[in-house]
């Protein structure tokens, strides 16, 4: 018994682990930032950073909980938790709480539970246990299947209304699909048929969403409302210039000039005060990451903890794209988190938890044969 114990820990991927709490500091020192304003009497201190602190205990908790259960039981329970986190989106546009124009919260009284970031670990959770029970690509009524699961709370998000995160779950499902591999014919109906929905899609999207992309492409034009945003964050960005103004003493966000900078544009505010040097720091850190979860699926003994990981892989990478993206006005506001440095309960628990089951595969890995 004490030898399997001992594998277990040696097969631990530390490095994995290092770098999750080396960004969740990243994070909680840089709301810090974001935190204080300057007011006429002085400085004010918005305590997001302590709220993220104990949403960290949290979720460090949740990371303990998803590493210490054995991944393969998952696959029991991966109909029920998703027929389950379905209902909750519903229930978010029945009874849920609105802010900012769009319903997206449950009320539990203590804390706004947002049940988006639940369902992208049950689609991870299916669509890996899917896939892993497949034999060769991917094929049409494979794609159709897949398509109608993912689309159903794709939908709901959509409805709340919540693009970004829609997106999010579409691309993550796509990238373990041609992880997995399909059929090339299959893939270029798939390409043809997106192409064709856009106008499509264009004719049915908000007002509001078809502002951000008109404002990627001409910000000036849109600069003192639409653009206002994404104006405001290239200037934090640019004004860091290549060391930072330094801690602490970033005008954009300290002024107010910045918008939403605990969570959409936390890293502007990062950049801001670190700098070119500071923020190639962080992006090299955010691919030290990807690689670690990278290793994981290079190790990964069976096809369930292989795609699990491949599921997380996917999506943190495409937070981290399009978040940064935006930030810089390269890609359209949508309003996705950068993961571990915006401020929020529900995605980081859900983010810790996520890493639990990479970390959960990788420490099991000995366990199965070549």
Not at 137 to 159: A, F, N, Y
Not at 294 to 309: L, P, W
Not at 317 to 324: G, K, L, P, V
């Amino acid at each position: 018994m004490l030898s399997i114990d001992r594998r277990f820990f040696s097969s631990f991927n530390w490095s994995l682990l290092g770098i999750i709490i080396l960004l969740f500091i990243i994070g909680v020192i840089n709301l810090y930032s974001a935190s204080t304003l300057k007011v006429k009497s002085g400085i004010k201190l918005i305590p997001y950073f302590k709220k993220q602190l104990m949403w960290g205990s949290i979720a460090f908790i949740g990371y303990i909980i998803f590493l210490a259960l054995d991944y393969r039981k998952f696959r029991q329970i991966v109909i029920p938790f998703y027929i389950s986190t379905v209902i909750l989106l519903i229930l978010v546009l029945l009874i849920g709480k609105t802010n900012y124009g769009a319903t997206r919260w449950l009320d539990l009284g203590f804390f706004n539970f947002q049940p988006t970031e639940l369902v992208k670990l049950s689609t991870i959770l299916w669509t890996a246990n899917y896939l892993s029970e497949q034999v060769g690509p991917l094929g049409i009524k494979d794609c159709i299947k897949i398509g109608i699961v993912m689309g159903i709370p794709v939908l709901l998000i959509v409805k709340q209304p919540d693009l970004g995160s829609g997106i999010n779950v579409l691309l993550l499902v796509g990238g373990m699909m041609l992880f997995y591999g399909i059929e090339k014919r299959i893939l270029i109906s798939i390409l043809i048929m997106v192409t064709l929905l856009c106008p499509i899609v264009w004719n049915h999207m908000h007002e509001y969403q078809k502002d951000r992309i008109r404002v990627l492409f001409n910000s000036e034009k849109y600069k003192n409302n639409k653009g206002y945003n994404i104006i405001q964050s290239k200037i934090a960005v640019g004004s860091g210039g290549f060391w930072g103004k330094g801690f602490l003493k970033g005008t954009q966000s300290k002024l107010r000039f910045l918008p939403e900078k605990h969570t959409d544009f936390v890293f502007a505010v990062f950049a801001e005060e670190w700098g070119f040097v500071g923020s190639v720091f962080l992006v090299s850190l955010c691919c030290l990451f990807l690689y670690q979860i990278a290793r994981v699926i290079e190790h990964a003994k069976d096809s369930f903890g292989r795609y699990i990981t491949v599921g997380v892989f996917f999506y943190f990478f495409w937070q981290f794209f399009i978040n940064m993206g935006m930030v810089l006005g390269i890609l359209p506001v949508v309003g996705i988190p950068l993961p571990f440095l915006s401020y929020g309960g529900s995605s980081l628990i859900v983010n810790f938890c996520l890493l639990g089951l990479v970390s959960n595969v990788s420490m099991r890995r000995f366990v199965f044969k070549e």
